[in-house]
């Protein structure tokens, strides 16, 4: 009798979440689809006016800068820099090493003087987006200081690392 009852209840729960499991698989299925699989480096703003400032930045760094020139940017731009800019980069999606991407971190969420330092030996140039509204490299310090402290204790100042981002004023760290 307890199989049986467990049998209907599995069988009942199957049927009334079936639906929404059908409904999980194709919204991953379209976010994978036309999200992920097709990243935007040219964008349109809600005025219908396209911003280009990636495409022209990374073609900027292709003209005027050595072809042996290595850029420091945060990872997430690493394939578009070699891919676009064909200049080397210190970091890319594929980059696993949690002290590697704490480097990073360290040189995109310290002061000025402290990340030249360190950045001085590694790159040629860096290359950091800022004045989107929060969606730039300044709205990711939070995350660049926190992996930071995760290797390089002592980096933040509290633990959470809540000295860096926006704040809800709109105003940067």
Not at 128 to 137: L, P
């Amino acid at each position: 009798p307890v199989r049986l009852l467990r049998l209907a209840l599995a069988a009942y729960f199957a049927k009334v979440l079936w639906p929404s499991v059908l409904e999980f698989n194709d919204f991953c299925e379209e976010k994978a689809r036309w999200s992920l699989s097709h990243p935007q480096v040219v964008q349109k703003a809600k005025n219908g006016n396209l911003i280009d400032d990636y495409r022209e930045s990374y073609w900027w760094l292709r003209d005027n800068t050595p072809e042996d020139a290595r850029v420091l940017a945060w990872w997430d731009y690493g394939y578009q820099i070699a891919g676009m800019a064909n200049r080397t980069t210190i970091a890319d999606g594929n980059t696993w090493n949690m002290e590697h991407i704490g480097v990073l971190g360290l040189c995109l969420s310290s002061p000025v003087e402290e990340a030249h330092v360190i950045a001085r030996h590694l790159a040629d140039y860096i290359l950091v987006w800022a004045g989107n509204g929060g969606k730039d490299d300044v709205g990711k310090s939070i995350h660049m200081a926190r992996i930071s402290n995760s290797v390089y204790k002592g980096h933040c100042a509290e633990q959470d690392c809540d000295g860096f981002g926006v704040f809800p004023d709109g105003k940067p760290s």
